[in-house]
């Protein structure tokens, strides 16, 4: 439910930080602050650049912004094509396939996302919890279903969303306390706009074990979510399915999903979803 | 068809390329040599490192390893977690996620490869060229097909696969002399193993569009590629299948592969992918 072309309301949310920490003799950035810089030049909105692009964005003199990007290129974090614009490059992204929260979590999740997708043909997501944000980790698309703005690596405020419900439920007690203090971002009149709302909400996702998030951040989608366990038994991600608000069987949806997300924490290897529930115990 | 664990044979073709371009004033590797040299100390084997070991596998001292960690976890490049180790961070994946070889490929291939998993449930791969080596840029595991080594973000020599063989044989005449040069990594008994046999091999993909790469990395799979291409019609990746390689109808899987391939060259906005066929233009 976000913006593959950027939403308006979303500028800020996904404007990069300010990474202004000086080096502490000089009171100029560091070198490494300003390497970092260049990749921060680089968006969803903006994948390509040129050397006067890169130079204003990260705020750095040409000549310095040229050597850096030099050497960055030389080793494969960025790629110059042949109009002299430059993008990431191939051997950042091999590296940051190495990220346990990235692309190792979407490999343990992927059989069972794909599963949900082939049981349901409804769009189907994976995200992660980076401050009181989401950060969609993997996305499958349905082609006939209800049009979802996800973008893989895109963020969105948790509050708004049925995976940032999920995962605020089961977060640090001081972050959710930080979400219920606002400011709470609306997007639609159905988008949660007061601490108090988000206080009943992330009790009532804790109380049922799925969060449901209707028309929050467009009117016309809804989404189902289950929070998936990681092997210490915390809440590492969530998966969630986003169908069209209007539709009668949405909380049908509820047992895949939650079987989906079970499915995953086992992957995970999650004590909670290595026990059989009592139920199934009984049954055999 | 290659290692997740790695395989022994390919320990060379993974280890971290050497970068050790020195300052031209200092005769040291300068400062972005360093950050970039952290992140070289990952790898699949090793992606959770600690201080002493990143100090160690970058060949940095210890005090400059620890400052320069703590401005990359800062900025989100590494994740320390509670025992202290240090992992590839979120927000590094998320600027890497922007690469147009990587993620942006992978984005727009995945309809196609999804279609190409439900009507096979085959394993499907998708891979780009990198030098003589191709990179693996997603793939689909079948869990009831024969097994598959590949990694997202792993590397396996062009020559032994089917995606590989289907990127060389569209490539720049000079890497193709290059890799007909040798030397040419053995395998199996069925690893092509002379440049005579390579250079026959690349015209044959040529001529017929497809790749078939049988028993090469081991002995029990067989891979079928066809080569995608981008908007200005060069071969950009190459999608395949692989099957047990026994399998009687491997050769049935021709047509589904090379109609992966050119619905994601369409979407690549490939010229040649959106003019029709002469045979179906006559047909309408």
């Not at 110059?80 to 190495?98: H, M």
């Not at 995970?268 to 290595?274: H, I, K, N, V």
Request: no cysteine; net charge positive.
């Amino acid at each position: 439910m976000n913006a593959t072309g950027p939403a308006p309301a979303l500028a800020a949310a996904s404007a990069p930080r300010p990474r202004t920490a000086p080096d502490a003799d000089s009171g100029r950035p560091s070198v490494t602050r300003r390497v970092l810089g260049i990749l921060d030049a680089f968006s969803p909105e903006r994948p390509v650049l040129s050397l006067s692009d890169i130079s204003r964005r990260a705020g750095l003199p040409p000549a310095t912004a040229h050597r850096l990007i030099a050497e960055l290129t030389r080793w494969g974090a960025l790629e110059r094509d042949e109009n002299g614009l430059y993008r990431i490059g191939l051997r950042l992204w091999e590296v940051a396939a190495l990220a346990p929260r990235g692309q190792a979590l979407r490999e343990a999740a992927m059989p069972f996302l794909e599963d949900l997708y082939e049981a349901t043909h409804e769009n189907v997501q994976l995200a992660v919890l980076d401050g009181l944000e989401v950060v969609y980790i993997e996305r499958i698309r349905a082609r006939n279903a209800v049009h979802v703005f996800t973008r893989v690596g895109g963020r969105w405020p948790a509050h708004a969303t049925g995976v940032g419900l999920a995962l605020l439920a089961h977060a640090d007690p001081e972050l959710q306390e930080r979400a219920i203090a606002g400011p709470l971002r609306r997007f639609t009149s159905k988008t949660i706009g007061s601490g108090g709302e988000l206080r009943r909400v992330l009790a009532e996702v804790r109380r049922t074990g799925v969060a449901i998030s209707d028309g929050q951040v467009e009117l016309i989608a809804l989404s189902v979510a289950a929070p998936v366990y990681g092997p210490d038994d915390t809440v590492v991600a969530a998966v969630s399915i986003v169908v069209p608000s209007h539709s009668s069987d949405a909380r049908a949806l509820i047992p895949a999903v939650r079987a989906s997300a079970r499915g995953i924490s086992r992957a995970l290897g999650a004590p909670r979803a290595l026990r059989r529930p009592p139920s199934a115990t009984a049954r055999t």
